[in-house]
């Protein structure tokens, strides 16, 4: 079993940037794919962005290639997800999540993952 909980999300103006964190409880966040699904209200889950467990190799959401990073560090249980250039459309509550199969070409999928945090609100105001 892994509990995640996220933080950082916030109210910020377009052009600007946030830092999201997932911490993770549980000894084997390390061979977890993590990664990152935003719901805007009305939407869909929306898968936004990937990383596999050794943290080499990531997936982006087209919309945010560019704009958005993951990483982790798995001495500390924790995955992150730097946002710079936001925009109003980006707007959503972003969840983290835990996928115990290693394949990160299925991490796209939101219905793939098997563990979920509450999730953090990000506003971006025009």
């Known amino acids: 079993q892994v509990q995640l909980v996220e933080s950082g999300g916030g109210l910020v103006q377009a052009g600007g940037s946030l830092r999201l964190s997932c911490a993770a409880s549980?000894?084997?966040?390390?061979?977890?794919?993590m990664g990152w699904v935003r719901q805007a209200p009305g939407k869909e889950r929306e898968f936004v962005a990937a990383i596999s467990w050794t943290g080499s190799s990531t997936y982006y959401e087209d919309s945010v290639k560019g704009r958005f990073t993951i990483s982790r560090d798995n001495a500390k249980n924790t995955v992150y997800l730097q946002l710079n250039s936001l925009k109003p459309e980006d707007t959503a509550v972003y969840y983290c999540a835990a996928k115990i199969n290693p394949l990160l070409t299925t991490a796209t999928i939101p219905s793939k993952y098997n563990y979920w945090g509450q999730g953090t609100q990000v506003t971006v105001s025009s």
């Open positions: 549980g000894r084997t966040f390390s061979s977890y794919v």
